[in-house]
């Protein structure tokens, strides 16, 4: 028997194992869950006094590979980010 005649046994044994394992075992399908309920908030008045001006410096905030974030505006129109 060939070095690659016995890797080509092991590979075939090894899924007949795996498909007798799997017709052994339940199915995995989970049962359907409806997601979670929204919650709202309904502002009181004396709150909307207090709360924070909203930023109007607002950034991009896309990420890269590496974490950086872009530091353009939100929404800008230019196709690459700057990223720091």
């Known amino acids: 028997m060939s070095k690659l005649d016995a890797l080509r046994a092991m590979r075939e044994a090894r899924y007949a194992e795996d498909q007798a394992r ?4 339940p199915s995995a399908t989970r049962a359907p869950v409806a997601p979670p309920a929204r919650r709202t908030v309904t502002p009181t008045p004396g ?15 896309h990420r890269n590979m590496g974490g950086k974030t872009c530091t353009r505006e939100q929404g800008h129109s230019a196709k690459n980010h700057r990223y720091s």
């Open 47 to 61: 709150t909307a006094a207090t709360a924070a001006p909203p930023a109007t410096d607002e950034r991009c905030g």
């Open 22 to 25: 799997a017709a052994g075992r």
